[in-house]
């Protein structure tokens, strides 16, 4: 029974049978046929039979083993490795179908090639995740025939694996070296200027040609024969918290990720540069309740506390209560923090329900809103118009894409600082963002 489960017959076999049916069907009128027909028949049997022994006297003809990453990163390409390990005397033709997990909705992914006698040859595929979660593969299926091809063997391996698909922790150590300060702004990203200067005091030190001479510091130099300045270093240490809004406005798809998705990919790679840069960074989520928090904290192993609780972050698909959010804040945060506020408002009216919760959470803290631009509306504004309902479209397209842009600027006449950034940019422009707040010392 294991045996016929294993046995497959190739298409090579099912045409040549169709012609020896052919021609047994023209012996009928042409009788010299018949002999051919019925010898074609024979040694037809007799090379399936030689190519069955071959393929089966061996129990462990191929060895194979898929290996899989420790974890994936979620919208970013994920190399997985098949290894075929071919034992058999003779080169082999294989076709690798893998049953890869339920989420990329492809039931008929397989690749496959040669492989020479006593050759150890790695295949590699890659994966797309778009959504975080536990992702379960199941068989390896190795199917097997000889140069012949007449039959072939199915191998099954590993009868199961489990990956996780966390946060984009690639997309993280892609913006690791904006936590450096050397040569940052000659790469092609978004050039920041660095104005003014910060004020934690680190030492009193000797004037050298090209000290500031504001920063003379007078009683010192009275006590000594030289002018002595304050030397001051960048503040560190300063409390980041990037509050995520778990709503239904944050489950809005774009290029197959939620906004949520996208959020979160952003957090991961914005705390490790905050991390890195000295502050502390912690991580608040909430909609119409509030639900899991991690504190501001500078350690190293704090970075991964964040993705494991980023790994579980999921929309409610209920409206996010902001009153909330604010008295959370006042009775939990106590010192001035900078907040990064990952949320949407796709109408004014919305944002005029929640701008006094803002407001006054902007009091206390450095608030800084994301909102997200819709880049569907964007084509659909740009697109040209050749109908009346085009124009329609088109002037109701313009018109959301400008309320967006007026709800930008109402937050900053309020004081709050904003992002308007699409989707696929946010990574860069909320660091960038916290770069430029950094560098000018507002927090």
């Known amino acids: ?60 003809g191929i060895k194979a083993a898929r290996i899989l990453p420790e974890k994936f990163s979620n919208s970013d390409f994920n ?196 991390l890195k840069k000295g502050d502390k960074a912690g991580l608040i989520t909430f909609s119409n309740t509030m639900q899991r928090s991690l504190p501001a904290i500078n350690r190293k192993t704090h970075l991964m506390s964040i993705m494991e609780m980023l790994y579980n972050v999921n929309t409610k698909f209920l409206d996010t209560d902001y009153g909330l959010l604010y008295n959370w804040l006042k009775q939990k945060v106590n010192h001035r923090s900078m907040l990064i506020l990952f949320t949407n408002f796709e109408h004014h009216t919305a944002l005029e329900r929640q701008l006094p919760y803002l407001k006054a959470i902007a009091k206390k803290h450095l608030l800084v809103v994301v909102l997200f631009e819709n880049t569907l509306l964007e084509e659909l504004a740009e697109r040209p118009t050749e109908k009346l309902s085009d124009i329609f479209n088109k002037t109701v397209a313009e018109k959301f894409l400008y309320d967006k842009k007026l709800m930008a600027k109402e937050l900053n006449r309020h004081g709050i600082q904003t992002i308007l950034t699409k989707p696929s940019e946010l990574s860069i422009n909320t660091i960038n963002k916290y770069l430029e707040i950094r560098a000018r010392g507002l927090l």
């Open 1 to 60: 029974m294991q045996l016929l489960r294993q046995l497959f017959f190739e298409r090579r076999l099912y045409w040549l049978l169709a012609g020896i049916a052919f021609i047994f069907l023209v012996s009928y009128w042409v009788e010299i046929l018949y002999p051919v027909g019925f010898v074609s028949l024979w040694v037809l049997g007799f090379l399936v039979v030689v190519d069955f022994i071959f393929l089966f006297r061996l129990k462990e």
């Open 79 to 274: 190399s997985v490795n098949v290894t075929i390990k071919n034992n058999y005397s003779r080169q082999i033709k294989t076709f690798i179908l893998d049953e890869i997990p339920v989420q990329f909705q492809k039931r008929d992914f397989g690749f496959g090639d040669s492989v020479e006698k006593d050759e150890e040859k790695e295949f590699q595929y890659q994966l797309l995740p778009k959504t975080r979660g536990e992702y379960f593969f199941g068989d390896l299926h190795i199917y097997v025939c000889s140069m012949l091809g007449l039959v072939k063997r199915r191998y099954s391996f590993q009868k199961g694996q489990l990956v996780k698909v966390y946060p984009s922790f690639i997309q993280m150590q892609q913006y690791d070296f904006l936590a450096s300060n050397v040569r940052k702004f000659d790469l092609g990203l978004k050039k920041i200027r660095r104005i003014g200067h910060t004020m934690e005091f680190e030492q009193i030190k000797e004037y050298v040609q090209g000290d500031d001479i504001r920063r003379i510091n007078w009683k010192a130099t009275a006590k000594s024969a030289s002018l002595m300045m304050n030397q001051y270093q960048d503040e560190k240490s300063q409390p980041i918290y990037s509050v995520i809004d778990t709503g239904r406005v944050m489950q809005m798809p774009f290029e197959g990720l939620s906004l949520l998705d996208y959020a979160v990919n952003s957090t991961l790679a914005f705390s490790n540069i905050a």
